[in-house]
């Protein structure tokens, strides 16, 4: 499962990093060691064409400014996961969780759905002591292409394909630019997987998956 995470020191290259340099390190609560697995890095953590506010802003035909909304629903159809979205927040070096493990976090520090810049970061748990498997369970079986389907506020469907995955161990932290809030607009979900240590009640690895707008 993934409990919280960790902001860092400004100075730590490996904290994980979101918007001023949030980073994330999961810890879990004690739990079931229900997947193991630390899964093998495939594609590309962001898309190479995507659009920032910069050059969008620049364009004299771009028109009103879209207003963008937060996610309430996260659907994994390959996964066949339809999930509740709420959000969280960080509270100094912790990032939230959702206590209900059916439920994902949309960090409110992030991007918004739909926006033309930066990450927007939802995580959640891979499972739970009391009620079993979570909304992430699967998350490593994600592939290449396979669509994510985020509904905000409005009723409206933000569209993204998996583009790439990534394992981290715990102990080293985040890259720092997983929460950057600038560079091309893409989606990451970040959950737990690895080993189970019941002494520490926390999981060895963070699993994140990369997707871009469609």
Same mark, same amino acid.
């Given at each position: 499962?993934?409990?919280?995470?960790r902001?860092?020191?400004?100075?730590?290259?490996?904290?994980?990093?979101?918007?001023?340099?949030?980073?994330?390190?999961?810890?879990?609560?004690?739990?079931?060691?229900?997947?193991?697995?630390?899964?093998?890095?495939?594609?590309?953590?962001?898309?190479?064409? /995507?659009?920032? #506010?910069?050059?969008?802003?620049s364009?004299?035909? @771009? !028109?009103?400014?879209?207003?963008?909304? &937060? %996610?309430? =629903?996260?659907?994994?159809?390959?996964?066949?996961?339809q999930?509740?979205?709420?959000?969280?927040?960080?509270? /100094?070096?912790? #990032?939230?969780?959702?206590?209900?493990?059916a439920? @994902? !976090?949309?960090?409110?520090?992030?991007? &918004? %759905?739909? =926006?033309?810049?930066?990450t927007?970061?939802i995580?959640?748990?891979i499972?739970?002591?009391?009620t079993g498997? /979570?909304?992430?369970?699967?998350?490593?079986?994600?592939?290449?292409?396979?669509?994510?389907?985020?509904?905000?506020?409005?009723?409206?469907?933000?569209?993204?394909?998996?583009?790439?995955?990534?394992?981290?161990?715990?102990?080293?932290?985040?890259?720092?630019?997983?929460?950057?809030?600038?560079?091309?607009?893409?989606?990451?979900?970040?959950?737990c997987?690895?080993?189970?240590?019941?002494?520490?009640?926390?999981?060895?690895?963070?699993?994140v998956?990369?997707?871009?707008?469609?």
């Amino acid at each position: 499962m993934l409990d919280h995470a960790r902001r860092p020191r400004p100075l730590v290259a490996s904290a994980l990093a979101a918007g001023a340099g949030l980073a994330l390190l999961v810890t879990a609560a004690a739990g079931m060691a229900h997947n193991p697995r630390v899964p093998p890095d495939f594609g590309v953590p962001s898309a190479p064409n /995507g659009r920032t #506010l910069s050059s969008a802003s620049s364009r004299p035909d @771009v !028109g009103p400014p879209v207003v963008l909304e &937060p %996610p309430t =629903a996260l659907a994994i159809p390959a996964l066949r996961v339809q999930a509740t979205v709420v959000p969280v927040d960080s509270s /100094g070096e912790i #990032l939230g969780v959702p206590a209900d493990p059916a439920q @994902v !976090g949309w960090w409110t520090g992030s991007a &918004p %759905p739909g =926006a033309a810049s930066g990450t927007v970061v939802i995580d959640g748990h891979i499972d739970s002591a009391t009620t079993g498997p /979570g909304a992430f369970y699967q998350l490593a079986d994600l592939h290449i292409d396979d669509l994510l389907i985020i509904t905000t506020t409005t009723g409206d469907r933000r569209n993204y394909a998996v583009t790439g995955r990534r394992t981290y161990l715990k102990a080293n932290g985040l890259p720092p630019d997983l929460f950057a809030t600038t560079g091309p607009p893409r989606l990451v979900l970040i959950t737990c997987g690895g080993s189970f240590d019941r002494s520490t009640g926390s999981y060895s690895h963070n699993i994140v998956v990369f997707a871009t707008p469609t």
